[in-house]
């Protein structure tokens, strides 16, 4: 089993910055690929970024060029950065792994493993 804690979520104002952080536990050989999806009120998950083991990134192209996720493997820690935080991005962020290789990246069901998740509050 992995367990997946999320932090670093909170308030900022449009325009600031925010860096999600998620550490994994437990079976952490079974992390492989992993992931950032984001839920708000009365929407659908959605996939926000993505990296492989080799490593690639992947990420909506909503926040492609704001956002940028990276790997620490030697702490079993996720990063998502978010720069230029609008007020779309506002959402419950969760962590996820266990994705296998050739997997789609942005389908949470090929996910074995999820976070409970941190909220982020964009203010205008």
């Known amino acids: 089993q992995v367990q997946l804690v999320e932090s670093g979520g909170g308030l900022r104002q449009a325009g600031g910055s925010l860096r999600l952080s998620c550490q994994a536990s437990?079976?952490?050989?079974?992390?492989?690929?992993m992931g950032w999806f984001r839920q708000a009120p009365g929407k659908e998950r959605q996939f926000v970024a993505a990296?492989?083991?080799?490593?690639?990134?992947y990420y909506a192209g909503s926040v492609k060029g704001r956002f940028t996720i990276s790997r620490d493997t030697a702490n079993n820690t996720l990063y998502l950065q978010m720069n230029s935080l609008n007020p779309e991005d506002p959402a419950v962020y969760y962590c996820?792994?266990?994705?296998?290789?050739?997997?789609?990246?942005?389908?949470?069901?090929?996910?074995?493993?999820w976070g409970q998740g941190t909220q982020v509050t964009v203010s205008s």
């Open positions: 996820a792994a266990g994705l296998r290789e050739g997997r789609n990246v942005i389908l949470g069901a090929n996910y074995d493993y």
């Open positions: 437990g079976h952490t050989f079974s992390l492989y690929g």
């Open positions: 990296t492989t083991r080799i490593p690639t990134t």
